[in-house]
Every structure is written in structure tokens, then in C-alpha cells.
């Protein structure tokens, strides 16, 4: 695979599977141990909602930052700073201090990161490979996906909240290795010119942030009070998944760079509608919850590349991919935010679990509508030339 070629983006890579091991040991967890702990699931979405409201508010201090220090320094710094918050997890019990510590730290070391990641990803990427890049990126962190959550489970089995989280923070510093030698990006100077695509990019990410609300945050609630608050069951149905969609993703992405966006994006919304109708009705029963979260990890195979492609293509046409990162992950933040804090006063209605799941399917649908006129036009002028 030529698009192998590109060192900067291998080294990425590699970062990236080393953070999914603390993502997939230490992050998925978070939520559900929370709930454990016993913060009532409404609030549990509230403090994922202000979590993204912090990182919205914090997003004006990245750029600068990033002019000062360079954009590959500031990603290591919040590579690091990503882990200050799982010394916090073991000492939250309820409603309480260390639990508004957690929500008040956990913004700074996101939204460093997550910012400048895309941005960097952005930026050292092909724009002829890129659905294969983000293919292989998802499959990679997808076989990682098969053990880290085995490896958080046992540790929370064996060791406690205390071994388990400070192993996972203990990772996500080792993932800024990779990075230390990898190039730097030169940054725009500043200007105040808007940014080509810059809406659309912000629009299909506030799409993505309302489907991940319902996909990733409520349902990581509803399948641990399915398996009736097991670490250990909770863990193996994340490692199930992975082992699904290991290498659908692959398939996806050679389709977009094959010019075939359209019927990518057809597949990855028909399996995003189908999972997110099949977790509704599986509320309830463990056998079910469990096979509806392992078909799930389609839904992530075949969602990642036909988004993500081209969000970052648009991202390093423009004048600046940090400042235009700046603004996508913006529109995560209130997509996200707002999906959790309407599935949060749904579950505190009395709602089951179903409603806000199916609160994803909005945001998929969305997410579909734009990318269609999107690659409707990519393919047409593939066609005149």
C-alpha cells in the first residue's frame, strides 16, 4: 500500500494505537465507573455535557498556544494532558468534589488534544489516500480495541479502580513518544479571512457529536446496567466488538479514494440506522445488548472514513487546518453536548434507555444529507475531467 510511504502519518499511527490502548483500558470505563461510583446516570451525561462545554470554552486558547509553542508540541502536551484525569476516577465516591474536579479538569488535556490532533492529521496526510489512511487508523486502533478492554477489566478485577486507571494514564503518556520525532506543521499566520469549508466541516462534525451522544455515551450506560454493573462482562462485550470490525474499515476506505463516496456513505448510514434501531430494542436484555454492541463496531468501521475523509481533506485546503479544527471540534462540542444533556432529562423523565440512543440516529441522518451533496459533487467533477 503506497500510502504505507508517509512517514509522518505512520508515526501517528503508531501513536494513535499506543492512546487506544489507554482509551480502550481506561476511557471506555470512565462513564460506567462513575455510575458505579454512584453518580446517577442523568448526571453522569451532565458531566459528560460539561465536559464538552469546557473544552468549547478552553478551544480560543489552543490556537495561540500552538503559534507559540508549535502544533506538534502543543498535541504532546495534551497527550500528556489527557492522563491527568485518571488519578481522579478512584476517589470519586458520589456527587462530590473529586467528581467536579474530574469535570473541571478533564476539558484542559481534551482539548488540546483532540484539537491538534485532527489538525496534525490533517495536515501530514494525502489527500488521494486519505479514506485509507483513516481506514487503516480505525482498523489498527479496532485491533487494539480486542485487548485493551480485556486488560481494563481484569486490572479493575484484580487490582482496583487504582491499578486499573493509573496503568491507562501511565499509557496515554507513553503514546507522546511517537511524536517526539515526527515533523513539524508550520502554522498560518494569523488572519482573520474565513476559512474555505469551514462550515461544512463544523456541520458534519455537530452531526457527529449528537450521534456519538446517543452511540457511544448513553449507550456505554445502558449495556453496564444490562450486564448488571460487571467490569468484567462490560470489558468483554468492547473486546467482542473490536474483534467485528477489525477490517471492514479497510474496505470502506479504498471505496472513497476510489471516487465511490456516495456509496460509502449509503452504507455507513444504513449500518449506522440498523445498529442504532437494534441497541433501542435490545434495552434490557443482556444476550441482546451484547450482540447489538459487537455489530456496533460496523457502525465505527464504515462511519470513521466516510466522515473523517473528508473533514480532513477540508481541512488542509484551507488557509489553517489548526484554526479550522478549532471550529469542527467546536460543533462536536455542542452536538455532543446538547445530545447528552437531552439524554440526560429523558432518563430523569422516566424514559428508557432506547429513546436517547435513538437520539444518534438525528445526527447520522444529518451527517448523511450533507455528505451526500459533498461527494455528489466530488464525483461529478472526477467525471468531467
Same mark, same amino acid.
Given at each position: 500500500m503506497s500510502f504505507f510511504g508517509n512517514g509522518a502519518v505512520n508515526r501517528v499511527n503508531l501513536h494513535t494505537v499506543v492512546q487506544a490502548l489507554s482509551e480502550g483500558a481506561g476511557g471506555v470505563f470512565v462513564l460506567v465507573f462513575l455510575l458505579q461510583a454512584g453518580v446517577p446516570a442523568p448526571l453522569v451525561l451532565c458531566a459528560m455535557a460539561a465536559l464538552t462545554a469546557g473544552r468549547f470554552v478552553l478551544r480560543p486558547v489552543v490556537l495561540p498556544l500552538a503559534r507559540r509553542i508549535g502544533l506538534r508540541r502543543t498535541l504532546i502536551l495534551g497527550t500528556v494532558g489527557e492522563a491527568a484525569v485518571f488519578p481522579l476516577l478512584p476517589l470519586v465516591a458520589g456527587v462530590d468534589g473529586y467528581f467536579?474536579?474530574? =469535570?473541571?479538569? &478533564?476539558?484542559?488535556?481534551?482539548?488540546?488534544?483532540?484539537?491538534?490532533?485532527? %489538525?496534525?492529521? %490533517?495536515?501530514?496526510?494525502? *489527500?488521494?489516500?486519505?479514506?485509507?489512511?483513516?481506514?487503516?487508523?480505525?482498523?489498527?486502533? #479496532?485491533?487494539? &480495541?480486542?485487548?485493551?478492554?480485556?486488560?481494563?477489566?481484569?486490572?479493575?478485577?484484580a487490582g482496583g479502580p487504582w491499578l486499573a486507571f493509573l496503568a491507562a494514564g501511565a499509557i496515554q503518556i507513553?503514546?507522546?513518544?511517537?511524536?517526539?520525532?515526527?515533523?513539524? =506543521?508550520?502554522? %498560518?499566520?494569523? #488572519?482573520?479571512?474565513?476559512?474555505?469549508? =469551514?462550515?461544512? @466541516?463544523?456541520?458534519?462534525?455537530?452531526? *457527529?457529536?449528537?450521534?456519538?451522544g446517543g452511540y457511544f455515551f448513553v449507550w456505554q450506560i445502558a449495556l453496564f446496567t444490562a450486564l448488571d454493573g460487571s467490569f468484567t462482562a462490560y470489558g468483554g462485550a468492547m473486546a467482542l466488538a473490536a474483534l467485528v470490525g477489525a477490517g471492514f474499515s479497510?474496505?470502506?476506505?479504498?471505496?472513497?479514494?476510489?471516487?465511490?463516496?456516495?456509496?460509502?456513505?449509503?452504507?455507513?448510514?444504513?449500518?449506522?440506522?440498523?445498529?442504532?434501531?437494534?441497541r433501542a430494542v435490545s434495552i434490557g436484555s443482556p444476550g441482546l445488548a451484547v450482540?447489538?454492541?459487537?455489530?456496533?463496531?460496523?457502525?465505527?468501521?464504515?462511519?470513521?472514513?466516510?466522515?473523517?475523509?473528508?473533514?480532513?481533506?477540508?481541512?488542509?485546503? #484551507?488557509?489553517?487546518?489548526?484554526?479550522?479544527?478549532?471550529?469542527?471540534? @467546536?460543533?462536536? *462540542? =455542542?452536538?455532543?453536548? &446538547?445530545?447528552?444533556?437531552? @439524554?440526560?432529562?429523558?432518563?430523569?423523565? &422516566?424514559?428508557?434507555?432506547?429513546?436517547?440512543?435513538?437520539?444518534?440516529l438525528?445526527?447520522?441522518?444529518?451527517?448523511?444529507?450533507?455528505?451526500?451533496?459533498?461527494?455528489g459533487r466530488v464525483e461529478t467533477r472526477a467525471l468531467s475531467t
Amino acid at each position: 500500500m503506497s500510502f504505507f510511504g508517509n512517514g509522518a502519518v505512520n508515526r501517528v499511527n503508531l501513536h494513535t494505537v499506543v492512546q487506544a490502548l489507554s482509551e480502550g483500558a481506561g476511557g471506555v470505563f470512565v462513564l460506567v465507573f462513575l455510575l458505579q461510583a454512584g453518580v446517577p446516570a442523568p448526571l453522569v451525561l451532565c458531566a459528560m455535557a460539561a465536559l464538552t462545554a469546557g473544552r468549547f470554552v478552553l478551544r480560543p486558547v489552543v490556537l495561540p498556544l500552538a503559534r507559540r509553542i508549535g502544533l506538534r508540541r502543543t498535541l504532546i502536551l495534551g497527550t500528556v494532558g489527557e492522563a491527568a484525569v485518571f488519578p481522579l476516577l478512584p476517589l470519586v465516591a458520589g456527587v462530590d468534589g473529586y467528581f467536579l474536579a474530574f =469535570v473541571l479538569i &478533564g476539558p484542559i488535556g481534551s482539548v488540546l488534544y483532540w484539537t491538534c490532533y485532527h %489538525a496534525y492529521f %490533517a495536515a501530514v496526510g494525502d *489527500d488521494e489516500h486519505r479514506g485509507s489512511q483513516v481506514a487503516l487508523r480505525t482498523a489498527l486502533t #479496532s485491533i487494539v &480495541g480486542v485487548i485493551a478492554p480485556l486488560l481494563g477489566a481484569g486490572l479493575l478485577a484484580a487490582g482496583g479502580p487504582w491499578l486499573a486507571f493509573l496503568a491507562a494514564g501511565a499509557i496515554q503518556i507513553l503514546a507522546a513518544a511517537p511524536l517526539v520525532g515526527a515533523p513539524e =506543521v508550520p502554522l %498560518a499566520a494569523p #488572519s482573520r479571512e474565513p476559512l474555505k469549508g =469551514v462550515v461544512t @466541516g463544523a456541520a458534519l462534525s455537530a452531526c *457527529d457529536g449528537v450521534f456519538a451522544g446517543g452511540y457511544f455515551f448513553v449507550w456505554q450506560i445502558a449495556l453496564f446496567t444490562a450486564l448488571d454493573g460487571s467490569f468484567t462482562a462490560y470489558g468483554g462485550a468492547m473486546a467482542l466488538a473490536a474483534l467485528v470490525g477489525a477490517g471492514f474499515s479497510l474496505w470502506i476506505g479504498k471505496r472513497i479514494d476510489a471516487g465511490t463516496g456516495r456509496s460509502a456513505i449509503v452504507i455507513a448510514f444504513l449500518v449506522a440506522a440498523t445498529v442504532l434501531m437494534f441497541r433501542a430494542v435490545s434495552i434490557g436484555s443482556p444476550g441482546l445488548a451484547v450482540t447489538a454492541n459487537a455489530v456496533g463496531a460496523l457502525v465505527t468501521a464504515v462511519w470513521m472514513p466516510a466522515l473523517g475523509a473528508p473533514i480532513y481533506n477540508l481541512a488542509k485546503a #484551507s488557509a489553517c487546518p489548526l484554526r479550522f479544527n478549532v471550529a469542527t471540534e @467546536g460543533g462536536w *462540542d =455542542v452536538g455532543c453536548g &446538547g445530545a447528552c444533556l437531552i @439524554g440526560a432529562a429523558m432518563i430523569w423523565g &422516566g424514559f428508557t434507555y432506547a429513546a436517547p440512543v435513538l437520539l444518534g440516529l438525528a445526527g447520522a441522518t444529518a451527517a448523511f444529507a450533507i455528505l451526500w451533496r459533498r461527494y455528489g459533487r466530488v464525483e461529478t467533477r472526477a467525471l468531467s475531467t
